[in-house]
């Protein structure tokens, strides 16, 4: 991933800001059922923005039974999303179509950064105990070092949400900041699973503590809680980091996670992203769907718009 | 590049246009032409003159429509009529099958509804489809409920007869559910008249109630300018009118119906404020503003188009609003990515640009964001107004167009105050996280919609309606039933009088007292006490400001007192006293404190029964035993207010709203009431006694021939723990003392039950401040029949619904 924004360094925790935070619920449920009526975007647009889309997916595996050939199976097709006489048809002979990342385990980091050495696309690697975070702390610190080594340039670590719903906002921040320090060079991705926590105040209260402890990306959900990603939590997370851009100039790049797989949501969740960011975060460096099978309903529906015939998906290669 | 690829790097939207295919084939199978639609047939009259539908977004014409005449509005009306006899007798649960085929089949044709909505009128296809035409089928699926349920619940109601609807162009097919819906409903029959700009949906809403099975005659549908409005409005054969659209057309329909005995609702313009406090989500709230002032491009009477934000928060919501306003997009209607479509016509496109203007002239800051705009139609950018105060025309009237101003407050008082500084009263917004405040706030806030933490909510099962020169009557729920119902004790009001043009109405010259000479030319017995005539305001008995005396004769024409000639500055008196008394706490005390001061009033007046009995024998020379009956009345009725002080207090709504919408019936305000003549203390105490039950603090005005009863009873009061201006009591010229009452713009509230003509002229002059009015017509009422003398009427007429709405969730 190259970015062209400057990284966040963080800021110290400030906690009047947190405490002061005011989320009505039932206002974010209007706007979000309001959105998606709201914009939409069809033929040569929609296949455009679809694009868009399979560029910003972080392809992912997170299973027990994952293999090195599993994981060299899902890394070919995040280098070649787009069957070739699609990309022709499309008129994108000769351009670079690829998802925007790889995410695995870690244990899985040196299998995927093999499969994809011929590409830039960098590995994203899951760490500190994911899915639940409920792993003593050095441990998941060695965690992070371990996929950095490994060849991670990317890190999606979770929070303690036992310090979200306690409200030991500080607790947060001092891990938080550990975990970044750990990463390095690699970007940092913090998870803040919003299906375990209680309220929306309380995921963007989690959202400004994250920021400020210096995470690149805040992302929603493992993709394991019962409740992954919505458009609620979105949209306040994206206020949340709208708001932290406004005070203190950096950008926060956002990726929902789980539960997004088709292609009509991943349009929702770009309306959100060009309406309450602005277009830089319909980019990969500021946005990430963490998604295993959007990817093929995206190409039925480009298959679709090429052809104006409904697509198989056994006609679509394989992740 | 190939196109994808240019948009891939931009990343814009494109067009998303709704097809008008299905529409054009409906205007081309009319020829684009229509005729009148009455008795569920289309009728072309011969030398019919037409008028242009065109579509506001690119000018191109969509049909031609025909202009009523009188003769077609005479047509329509007896085919109404007609239609009247036998719906009305049909029973409930039939007529709720037609209401529910209705329902059903605006469902089935719901895209080409919105599809010609947003072609005729330029609003967003998004709200076209996914609001209005919703909406329109909801309404129809709520009274048809009420149809099935009538005859069990509302057993001591029937219809009105027949209806004359009058309707704007902001909402054409929505406002015809809310004034039809109930309507037919109830059993009554209808002729709606759409408005000039947008004619189409309600032509294709008539062929679909005809495809419905409705019976032929029922719903009547004629397209025509303002004159075939009033043709309807001033038709003998018309039983109500119901008319939403701008305050002055209101003013204009109250007085065209004065005296008329026609009901009469009214849902007219508004200035609605939108109150920001400094705990609300400001995000959430800066999406609250472009749903209240950017809906249908503003063009809506319950807009808020008054922000008022906390003064701490103000430039922090200001900026996030600017920010959030880069992002609208304006354009074609049809469009589905567009917030705003557009503007209905090129005179309401100038008003709209001459606010503005007057907005910046004023000192006003204007913003608008940097967004691109069709280069053809009647497009207006969103606007916002800042650094404006109250004594700014902008911020004071009306704009109905995208155009939002601001102004900050410091507390929790001061934002109530700006909120209530309007003539308007139809709907708020309450921003706040605190639901203490929010809910305090949304109480304190004079408006018949108050929205806490949303705005632009609507349901069937909830009433619209306004408070002060926003309106009277309420649409929707179960208090939008009682437009169209009369009580089946009670005729359609006929008042006949000759209007006597060369007399001005209420003109009095002071009366001079008549000497009793009798009692004193006999030197061997005392003569007796002379009392004082005495007013009484604020709770103290005072003197009539002008000094003068009327004598009271009893029925033989012998005296039998004197009371004080009571003029305009003892009613002006009287109305500040009862103001005083109202913002003193009267409105605010428990329904339980309020019933204890009527039962203490009535235990007072019992304790001098046989005093109030001779008094009304004296003065009215009627038997001991009617007089009796009277009195006996009277303490009964005290009972009954005292009963209901604590049971009137409204309802929860049954809305789609996840949460809780409340209709509370809160007080009118001040209420004006000349008493009948008849039964000088049971007419005073049957009126006195619902009013000040429900909070509401009155100037009374007791029966001008016999008032000596009331004059008794203001001891009755002093002794009854009464709060001094909660009831005042002002003797004299009946139609002098109610004219300055009604001319009175701070009176919320006339009751009259004098003449026939001075029923006229209450309704008439009312229209100065669209206060509501409750007149007799000089017709008879049996005050002491309980049901024509106490009850759900007189309760109606002391309270105004607000409809709360309280959105839940953390």
Known sequence: MTSNHTRNPGAPLDLDWVMGAHVNKSAVERRTASLPKRRTVKKDWQAAWLLRAITCIDLTTLAGDDTPGRVHRLCAKAKQPLRPDMMERLGLNGERITVGAVCVYPNRVADAVHALQSSDIPVASVATGFPAGQTPLPQRIQEIEQAVEAGAKEIDVVIARNYVLTGDWQAMYDELQQFRKASGDAHMKTILATGDLGTLKQVYQASLVAMMAGSDFIKTSTGKESVNATLEVSLVMTRAIREYLERYGYKIGFKPAGGISSAKQAMAWQSLMKEELGDEWLKNDLFRFGASSLLTDIERQLYHYLTGHYAAKHHMPMG | ?810
């Open chain 2, 1 to 810: 590049m190939s196109k994808i690829l240019e948009i891939f790097n931009t990343m814009e939207y494109g067009p998303a246009p709704e097809a008008p295919d299905a529409v054009n084939a409906w205007l081309d199978e009319h020829g684009r032409k229509f005729g009148l639609f009455i008795n569920n047939e289309w009728v072309t009259p011969k030398g019919a003159k037409f008028y242009p539908s065109y579509n506001p977004s690119n000018g191109e014409l969509l049909a031609e429509t025909t202009q009523a005449e009188k003769k077609d509005v005479d047509a329509a009306l007896a085919a109404a009529r007609i239609a009247f006899k036998s719906w009305s007798k049909t029973p409930g649960v039939t007529r709720a099958r037609y209401l529910y085929a209705i329902a059903r089949n605006l469902q089935k044709h719901h895209r080409l509804l919105a599809v010609l909505e947003s072609m005729d009128n330029g609003k967003p296809i998004r709200e076209s489809r996914d609001i209005d035409v919703p909406l329109l089928a909801r309404h129809f699926y709520y009274y048809a409920g009420w149809a099935q349920l009538m005859e069990t619940e509302l057993r001591d109601y029937q219809p009105v007869g027949v209806v004359g609807q009058i309707i704007p162009w902001n909402f054409p097919l929505l406002m015809l559910a809310w004034k039809i819906a109930p309507a037919i409903a109830m059993g009554n029959t209808v002729v709606l008249k759409p408005a000039s700009y947008t004619r189409l949906t309600a032509l294709l809403f008539a062929e679909i109630v005809a495809e419905a099975g409705l019976p032929a005659g029922v719903v009547n549908v004629i397209t025509g300018s303002s004159s075939a409005g009033s043709m309807i409005v001033e038709h003998p054969d018309v039983d109500k009118i119901a008319f939403t659209g701008s305050t002055d057309v209101g003013r204009i329909l109250r007085k065209q119906t004065a005296g008329s005995g026609k009901k009469l609702s009214l849902e007219l313009g508004g200035k609605s404020p939108f109150v920001v406090f400094d705990d609300a989500d400001l995000d959430g709230a800066v999406e609250g503003v472009v749903d209240a002032i950017w809906f249908n491009q503003g063009q809506v009477c319950c807009a808020g188009s008054r922000l008022i934000v906390q003064e701490n928060v103000a430039g922090k919501f200001i900026q996030k609003l600017k920010a959030r306003m880069e992002h609208m997009r304006v354009g074609d209607p049809l469009d589905k990515s567009i917030d705003m479509g557009a503007i209905v016509d090129q005179s309401q496109w100038d008003t709209i640009d001459g606010w503005v203007k007057t907005g910046i002239a004023e000192g006003g800051e204007c913003f608008q964001p940097n967004i691109a705009l069709p280069e053809k139609g009647l497009f207006y950018k969103p606007t916002l107004i800042t650094g404006l105060d109250p004594a700014a025309a902008t911020v004071q009237e009306e704009i109905f167009g995208p155009v939002l101003v601001s102004l900050t407050f410091r507390t929790p008082s001061e934002a109530i105050e700006l909120a209530n500084n309007t003539r308007y009263g139809l709907a708020a917004s309450v921003w706040s996280d605190n639901i203490n405040l929010a809910l305090d706030v949304a109480s304190k806030i004079k408006a018949g919609s108050v929205w806490v933490n949303c705005t632009n909510q609507f349901d069937g099962a909830s009433g619209f309606g306004g408070y002060r020169e926003s309106g009277y009557g309420r649409e929707g729920g179960r208090e939008g039933l009682f437009e169209y119902l009369r009580p089946t004790w009670m005729d359609r009001p006929r008042p006949e009088f000759v209007l006597d043009e060369k007399k001005k109405w209420g003109e009095h010259v002071p009366t001079l007292p008549i000497q009793p000479t009798t009692a004193r030319a006999n030197g061997h017995s005392l003569p007796p006490i002379d009392r004082t005539p005495k007013m009484y305001i604020g709770g103290k008995q005072v003197r009539p400001d002008g000094a003068y005396t009327t004598t009271v004769l009893n029925a033989k024409g012998k005296i039998v007192g004197q009371v004080g000639d009571g003029n305009r500055k003892d009613i002006r008196d009287a109305v500040e006293a009862a103001h005083k008394a109202r913002t003193s706490g009267w409105a605010m005390r428990h329904g339980y404190n309020r019933s204890q001061i009527l039962y203490f009033i009535a235990e007072n007046l019992d304790a001098r029964n046989a005093e109030f009995v001779k008094r009304i024998v004296e003065m009215t020379g009627r038997t001991q035993k009617s007089a009796q009956a009277e009195v006996d009345a009277s303490v009964e009725r005290l009972f009954t207010y005292a009963a209901w002080a604590d049971k009137y207090g409204g309802t929860v709504q049954e809305t789609t709203l996840r949460g809780i919408t409340v209709a509370v019936n809160e007080p009118v305000g001040v209420i004006g009431i000349a008493c009948p003549d008849e039964n000088p203390l049971l007419g005073f105490i049957s009126l006195m006694a619902p009013a000040i039950a429900r909070g509401n603090s009155v100037v009374m005005i007791p029966s001008q021939k016999y008032p000596l009863s009331a004059m008794d009873f203001y001891q009755v009061l002093d002794t009854s723990d009464v709060p001094g201006g909660v009831v005042n009591i002002v003797t004299g010229d009946r139609d002098h003392l109610t004219k300055t009452l009604v001319q009175h713009e701070d009176v919320d509230s006339v009751w009259y039950f004098g003449s026939a003509e001075g029923s006229y002229h209450v309704e008439n002059e009312s229209a100065a401040n669209m206060k509501r009015t409750w007149t007799g017509y000089g017709l008879p009422r049996d005050w002491l029949d309980r049901e024509q003398g106490e009850g759900h009427e007189f309760l109606h007429e002391a309270t105004q619904v607000k409809n709360i709405w309280v959105p839940t969730g953390e």
